[in-house]
């Protein structure tokens, strides 16, 4: 009867896994038309870069590209296994009932983008800072400052913030209320995708506008508006021209109101501005990192989100300086390179596949990450992500695409988890090279270099 029973028990498993596997082959026979199709326009657009063609048509192939991985994703969700139920907004009501955080001066009106925490979560706050702290600054040895949030204009337009940071907005005619042109837009077609009837030819036409979103200019946000009559959703009143708008909270310091400042976008600029002092208290050594942990503010069209887009934040920096020349020679490398977290490099997003899963060191040397100092932090990054309880298969590192790239990095890699919402990124891991220093050093005038000491020849 024993004998039975586990013949029986065995021939379930078996059943169960041909049953598995014929289900993960008939998954992978329904993606790979769109895999291929991410391929071939991936192909394209490598081949545009390789002939220097124009850059309008190498936005146009970004495009096309976001398009087509859009359809995949949405593929590989809809073949995806049954996920655990999750009720968002029922968690959101209670963590509010608890007072975790609700919406700032509630009992006013509240106001968009801003938030109090409550006890619980101050505590959660304060836990993580302290496990961030602990993770980065200690095990680092990093050098940690305090700067204000007051920034002088002068220094922000030196980092290119005056120029770069920015949104397109359009505003209501009438009332003059405010939308970020690509929320508006975005929330428009998928309006319209909801509708029962819609024909299939709109229904691509819509999600293909959707994909290519990201990359439009304000000329091609515009051109969508008046296009498809895109009005106010509530009112239904046309809406202006689109816009640029900064992001940052402008104000005058003094009672003068003579100098010009912002409430900082982020802590990064407090560093760079102190670079020549923290390089003295190193005693003019290199490698050495500082970190910097407070408020920043970013003045949000239209918050949404919940947390994820909020005009007051806090955040947590580190800016870790190294000789040029010894990126790859990094010496604590060797602590995180047999890490294997899921990395989404350039070329896998733009063949269509799935994240890779390889080692950091495998990762190096061959050149999917740039250097030995951004695969060391990158791992560093993934530990920490895992010991505040992030599920390791629900985290990757996206590299940015060199059409994203942020105007002050070499290389960039995001730490994205999977959430309700998406994939969100949670942490940004760039090579900003020697940008911020050498555009301070050119603002002031002062030195903002390290030297080396070489034998006599």
Known sequence: ??????????????????????????????????????????????????????????????????????????????????????????????????????????????????????????????????????????????????????????????????????????????????????????????????????????????????????????????????????????????????????????TSIGPGGNVSGFLRPETAQGIFVNFKKLLEFNNGRLPFGAASVGRAFRNEISPRSGLLRVREFDLAEIEYFVHPDRKDNFDKFCNVADLTPFLYSQDIQLSGEPPLKITLREAVEKGIIANETIGYFIGRIYLFLLRVGVNPAKVRFRQHLSTEMAHYACDCWDAECSTSFGWVECVGCADRACFDISRHQEATGVDLVAQQPLREP
């Not at 326009?41 to 970004?62: C, F, H, M, S, Y």
């Open 1 to 250: 009867m024993h004998r039975f029973l586990k013949e029986a028990a065995y021939r379930l498993l078996v059943n169960r896994q041909n049953i598995l596997n014929n289900m993960a082959n008939i998954t992978e026979d329904a993606l790979a038309a769109f895999k291929k199709s991410v391929k071939e326009q991936g192909d394209l657009l490598r081949r545009l870069k390789e002939e220097n063609r124009p850059k309008v048509e190498i936005t146009e192939a970004v495009s096309e590209l976001r398009a087509r991985k859009k359809k995949l994703e949405d593929k590989e969700r809809e073949l995806a296994p049954p996920k655990e139920a999750f009720n968002r907004a029922s968690l959101e009501d209670l963590i509010k009932r608890r007072f975790f955080f609700s919406i700032a001066f509630g009992i006013y009106g509240g106001v968009a983008g801003l938030y109090d925490y409550g006890p619980m979560g101050c505590s959660m706050k304060s836990n993580l800072l302290k496990v961030w702290r602990q993770h980065f600054i200690l095990q680092e040895n990093l050098l940690e400052i305090d700067t204000p949030c007051l920034t002088p204009k002068t220094v922000l337009k030196a980092s290119g913030h005056m120029e770069k940071f920015a949104d397109v907005m359009v505003k209501d005619t009438q009332t003059g209320e405010c939308f970020r042109a690509d929320h508006l837009i975005k929330d428009y077609f998928e309006a319209e995708l909801a509708k029962p009837k819609l024909a299939d030819e709109k229904k691509a036409e819509y999600k293909s506008i959707i994909a290519r979103l990201e990359g439009f200019s304000k000329d091609d946000i515009g051109c969508v508006i008046k296009k498809y009559n895109i009005c106010n959703p509530l009112t239904k009143v046309p809406v202006s021209e689109p816009l640029d708008f900064n992001l940052m909270f402008g």
